[in-house]
């Protein structure tokens, strides 16, 4: 465990950090995964004057497993074990030295700043880019404009692509579908996790979710359009 907060934290980096800066005449930081280079990145920017921004990717400020699971704790963003509020203490002081913060994920994103992240930055959610032909994404459009128009009365239809675990809000999108009527709603969830169960079971209490489990590129190019 200690060595994980390591990865995160580790003044010993200070040194290294500067002279690169120094080196490479740095205009600004862009952080991502600070794993191996730690928070001594914002530390150093900060005290050479340069503008910092972080893009979340996972929840490695606030759980040494990136996770926010482990096995005494199924869900611990409220109430981490004691290494962990340790950790959290000291990279959430360090957050306040970033300028800007960013995630692909809203629910990530707030995740964070409940807990006390990023209070001086600005924050923005800015999804991942995505490759696509502009003529097939008219094409469906237009198709989906038509059908609408032939029936208005179709269930708004959602579809979920990632990993079933609760810390991309799957849980909270399940509840979520469990208030709604069966005729409003469809779902389709595709991809693998601890929450495939859950999935199961509400679409056998006969809401109108589906599970399709790991699909390939093509598989999802249907469900998608």
């Known amino acids: 465990m200690i060595n994980k907060v390591l990865t995160i934290d580790n003044p010993r980096n200070a040194r290294i950090i500067e002279q690169a800066m120094k080196a490479q005449k740095t205009d600004v930081v862009l952080s991502n995964n600070l794993l191996g280079i730690t928070v001594e990145l914002w530390r150093t920017a900060h005290r050479l004057g340069i503008p910092i921004m972080h893009t979340l990717r996972d929840y490695a400020l606030m759980c040494p497993n990136s996770t926010l699971v482990c096995a005494s704790h199924p869900h611990c963003a409220g109430r981490p074990k004691i ?42 959610v800015i999804h991942n880019a995505v490759a696509f032909d502009a003529r097939v994404v008219e094409r469906a459009l237009e198709q989906r404009w038509a059908d609408e128009q032939a029936s208005r009365k179709r269930p708004l239809r959602i579809v979920y692509l990632g990993r079933l675990v609760e810390e991309k809000g799957v849980r909270m999108l399940l509840e979520a579908l469990e208030m709604c009527h069966p005729q409003e709603v469809e779902a389709h969830f595709a ?35």
């Open 83 to 124: 290494v962990c509020e340790v950790m959290r203490k000291r990279l959430r002081k360090a957050s306040e030295l970033v300028n800007a913060a960013s995630a692909p994920s809203q629910y990530t994103l707030e995740t964070h700043c409940k807990q006390g992240y990023f209070a001086s930055a600005t924050t923005r």
């Open 191 to 225: 991809g693998v996790g601890p929450l495939e169960d859950d999935i199961k079971r509400l679409h056998d209490g006969g809401t109108r979710v589906f599970l399709h489990g790991f699909l390939n590129k093509d598989k999802v190019h249907d469900l998608t359009t």
